[in-house]
C-alpha cells in the first residue's frame, strides 16, 4: 500500500499489466485479471479464506470476518450471491474477477459445507440474473 | 527551455513574452511549469486561531491522520486523547525488524527474522515530491528523509512467456520502444502519410523531435550504433587506453517487444505519483510515526478496541475494551471525536450518526494487497546485475521485486521486497498461509534472480485482508460512490467528525490521510470557537 497504493488508473494499468501465468497445480495464481479456477472448493481455498479463514469460522480483531460455518444468512440462496458479486461494506465485490459458474460453484460449496446443508443449489443462470 | 536562453530574463519577463507570442494557453502551461500555477491542497503549517476554552477532543486511531490531528489540536489549546486498537502506534504508517512479532488475523504469527537495521515497510514505502504536507511533517518532526528510486533503468522487466523468460532491462525496453516508434512516425510523416493531422510548419519541428526523442538515424531508422547505444546502453561499455573502443549493442525487434507486452510497464515512472523525486524515511516508515508521537505521549492509550460511539447534544461517549484481554467495558468521552478508525471496522462499530454518515461509512470495501520481504546473504542485485535500489516488474503473481534504496554496496545481508500485489494475486496471496506465501515469492524471484535459491534466509509476508486493525489495504472508492457519499462521509456530524485516507482524494496514500485529518480538525475549530 503505497501509498501506498496508487491511482485508480494506475491500479487498472496494473491489472491489465498481468498476463496469465499457469503457476500452481490447481489452477490457482494464473492471472490477474480475474480467478480461473472453476472448483468452489478451490476458490474457496483461494480467496474466501484470507478472510473467513480456513475454518470458515470467521476471525475477530478491531472488527470481525464473520464466520460462514453454519451461518443461517445462507440460507436465501440469492444473498450470499449478492454478496459475493457486490460485496458488503468493508467486503469489495468479486463481480468483477469472477464469471456466472465460478460464482455459483463458490456459493454453492460454501453453502453446503461448513456445517452448512443448504441443498438448493444457484445455478449460473442464477447469478447472471443477479448482475 | 536551457539555462542560457533563461539567462538573464526575469520569469515575469518570460511570461510577458510566451504570452505576447503564443497566447495565453501557452502562457498558462508556462506558468504551470515554471510552478506558479499548480495549486497544492497544503499551504504550510495549519494555524488554528481563535480559542477552544478548554474544549476536549478524543481521537480514535493513532495513525498519521489520528496522530496529526492530536498534535495540531492540541497546540491550539484543546485537551487531546487517543485511543488506538493496536499495541503500536503508526497505523499502516508500520515497519517490521527483525525481532517484531506479527500476528494475523486467524492467529497466524510470524516472527521477523531480519538482521540488525533491515526492514520492511509492510504498508506505505514511497513519499513523492509533491506530497507538500508529508515532506513538511518530516521536516518540522525532524524525520531524515532519502531518496526512494521508483524508476531504475538497469532494473528489469520480466514476462514468464516473453524472451524464454528471460528478464529484460528496463534500458533496453524503453530505449528500443522509444525508437521503433519514432521510426515508424518519423517515416510516416516524411512520406507525407500524416499531413492532413500535420501542418507543413509543424512536420519540420516533429521529425527533429522523433529523430532525437528516438535516437534517429538521418533516414529515420532505429538501428544500431554509438547513437541507440548512448540510451540502451552498449554490449560493450566505453573505456580506457588501447582496449577501450566500446562495442555498439543491438536493439530488439519491434515485433519481439510488442508480442512480449514488456511495453505495458513503460508508462509507471510517468505517473504523476511516481515522478522523481520521491522519497523514503531512513529506518523505515514508522519512524515517521514515531516522531509525532513522541510529543504525544502519555496521551495514546494503546491496546484499546472501540465497541461503541455515541454523541448527545453535549458529548461524545466512547466505550472500550482492552484489544487481547478483553475484559471490563472502560468509557472515555470528550466535547468531540474526531474518529480515523478504517472504515472496514468503523461499519462494524455501534455509532450514533445521522443516515447519511452511516450509509458513507457502510459504502466503500477496502482492497486487497500483500507484502513480502525477503532476507538475502547478500546483495546480488547490486553485485551481479548491477542493480542499486528501484523496482522491477514481472507479470508472475509478486508483481514486482523492490530492491533497498538504501546501504548500497554494503557487503552484509539485505532486504529487498519480494513481492508487492493487488487485484486476484493479492487475495490468493492473502489466502495462504504465511510461510507459504514467502515460500511461493522466493519460488517465483528465483525465476528473475536465480540467486535468490542459494541466497534466501527468512521472509515475512503481510495481506492486509488479515491485518487486525484495518481488514483490507485501503478504501476502494468508485466514481459512483464518491458521488454518492464522499460529502457525507467528510461532513461533521453532530459531535463527530471522521479522517483517514478514506476521507480524501489520495486514497492509500499517507498525504490523503494528513490532508483529511488537517481540512477536518480546520472545519471542526471553526465550529467549536464559533459556539463559544
Redesign the interface.
Known amino acids: 500500500?503505497?501509498?501506498?497504493?496508487?491511482?485508480?488508473s494506475?491500479?487498472l494499468?496494473?491489472?491489465?499489466?498481468?498476463?496469465?501465468?499457469a503457476?500452481s497445480a490447481d489452477g490457482?495464481?494464473s492471472?490477474?485479471?480475474?480467478?480461473v479456477p472453476k472448483n468452489g472448493e478451490v476458490l474457496y481455498?483461494?480467496?474466501?479464506?484470507?478472510?473467513h479463514?480456513?475454518d470458515a469460522k470467521g476471525?475477530?480483531?478491531?472488527?470481525?470476518?464473520p464466520a460462514l460455518a453454519r451461518n443461517e444468512k445462507l440460507e436465501a440462496n440469492g444473498y450470499p450471491v449478492f454478496v459475493v458479486l457486490n460485496?458488503l461494506?468493508?467486503?469489495?465485490?468479486f463481480g468483477l474477477?469472477l464469471d456466472d459458474e465460478q460464482v455459483a460453484a463458490v456459493v454453492n460449496y460454501v453453502r453446503s459445507h461448513f456445517g452448512n446443508n443448504y441443498r438448493d443449489n444457484v445455478s449460473a443462470g442464477d447469478v447472471k440474473a443477479a448482475r | 527551455m536551457s539555462d542560457s536562453e533563461q539567462h538573464g530574463t526575469s520569469r515575469r519577463d518570460l511570461l510577458k513574452l510566451i504570452g505576447t507570442v503564443a497566447g495565453s494557453a501557452a502562457m498558462y502551461q508556462a506558468m504551470t511549469s515554471l510552478g506558479v500555477a499548480a495549486e497544492s491542497p497544503y499551504s504550510g503549517p495549519i494555524k488554528l486561531e481563535g480559542d477552544p476554552k478548554g474544549a476536549s477532543v478524543l481521537i480514535l486511531g493513532a495513525g498519521l491522520a489520528g496522530l496529526v490531528a492530536a498534535l495540531e489540536l492540541r497546540k491550539a489549546g484543546y485537551k487531546v486523547q487517543l485511543l488506538e486498537y493496536a499495541d503500536r502506534i503508526g497505523g499502516r504508517c508500520w515497519t517490521l525488524r527483525g525481532g517484531d512479532r506479527y500476528t494475523e488475523l486467524g492467529g497466524f504469527e510470524q516472527q521477523c527474522a531480519f538482521d540488525k537495521g533491515l526492514y520492511l515497510n509492510p504498508g506505505p514505502w514511497r513519499i513523492p515530491y509533491h506530497h507538500h504536507a508529508m515532506l513538511d511533517y518530516c521536516k518540522r518532526f525532524g524525520v531524515a528523509l532519502e531518496p526512494f528510486v521508483q524508476v531504475n533503468y538497469n532494473a528489469y522487466l520480466h514476462s514468464h512467456r516473453a524472451f524464454a523468460g528471460k528478464p529484460q532491462r528496463l534500458r533496453h525496453v524503453l530505449s528500443d520502444f522509444n525508437g521503433h516508434v519514432a521510426e515508424l512516425l518519423g517515416k510516416a510523416v516524411s512520406q507525407n502519410k500524416l499531413d492532413e493531422m500535420v501542418t507543413q510548419e509543424d512536420k519540420e519541428i516533429l521529425l527533429a523531435a522523433l529523430r532525437r526523442w528516438g535516437a534517429l538515424n538521418r533516414d529515420y531508422t532505429y538501428a544500431a550504433n554509438g547513437f541507440t547505444s548512448d540510451r540502451r546502453g552498449y554490449e560493450r561499455d566505453p573505456g580506457g587506453g588501447l582496449a577501450g573502443a566500446p562495442t555498439v549493442s543491438q536493439p530488439v525487434g519491434l515485433g519481439d517487444l510488442l508480442k512480449s507486452g514488456l511495453w505495458r510497464h513503460l508508462a509507471t515512472g510517468n505517473i504523476y505519483e511516481f515522478h522523481t523525486t520521491l522519497f523514503q524515511p531512513v529506518g523505515g516508515m514508522d519512524m515517521i510515526a514515531k516522531a509525532l508521537a513522541r510529543e504525544l505521549q502519555g496521551l495514546v492509550q494503546l491496546d484499546a478496541k472501540v465497541t461503541s460511539i455515541k454523541q448527545d447534544a453535549q458529548r461524545v461517549t466512547v466505550t472500550y475494551q482492552n484489544s487481547k484481554s478483553g475484559g471490563d467495558v472502560r468509557t472515555a468521552s470528550a466535547d468531540w471525536c474526531i474518529c480515523t478508525i478504517p472504515l472496514s471496522i468503523l461499519s462494524q462499530i455501534d455509532i450514533n450518526v445521522g443516515n447519511e454518515m452511516a450509509s458513507a461509512i457502510s459504502a466503500v470495501p477496502y482492497d486487497a494487497s500483500c507484502k513480502i520481504g525477503l532476507q538475502f546473504k547478500r546483495r546480488f542485485w547490486e553485485q551481479d546485475d548491477a542493480i542499486y535500489g528501484g523496482i522491477s516488474y514481472t507479470d508472475l503473481p509478486i508483481s514486482l521485486i523492490g530492491y533497498p534504496n538504501t546501504g548500497y554496496s554494503d557487503a552484509g545481508k539485505a532486504v529487498l521486497l519480494g513481492a508487492y500485489t493487488f487485484g486476484p494475486y493479492a487475495y490468493e496471496l492473502t489466502a495462504l498461509p504465511p510461510a507459504e506465501r514467502v515460500k511461493r515469492a522466493v519460488a517465483w524471484g528465483a525465476e528473475i534472480h536465480p540467486q535468490y535459491e542459494a541466497e534466501f534466509e527468512n521472509g515475512i509476508a503481510v495481506g492486509w485482508h488479515r491485518v487486525p486493525g484495518v481488514q483490507g489495504c485501503y478504501g476502494l472508492w468508485s466514481e459512483e460512490t464518491r458521488k454518492a457519499h464522499y460529502k457525507n462521509l467528510c461532513q461533521i456530524d453532530g459531535r463527530i467528525a471522521l479522517a483517514g485516507e478514506h476521507a480524501s482524494y489520495l486514497p492509500a496514500w499517507q498525504e490523503g490521510a494528513v490532508l483529511s485529518a488537517l481540512d477536518t480538525i480546520s472545519r471542526l475549530h471553526q465550529r467549536v470557537v464559533a459556539s463559544r
Do not use: D, E, H, W
Open positions: 500500500m503505497s501509498s501506498f497504493v496508487p491511482s485508480t494506475l491500479l494499468a496494473m491489472l491489465v499489466a498481468t498476463g496469465a501465468a503457476q490457482t495464481f492471472s490477474n485479471q480475474r480467478f481455498r483461494s480467496i474466501c479464506q484470507g478472510c479463514m480456513p476471525a475477530v480483531g478491531a472488527g470481525k470476518f460485496g461494506r468493508g467486503m469489495p465485490g474477477y
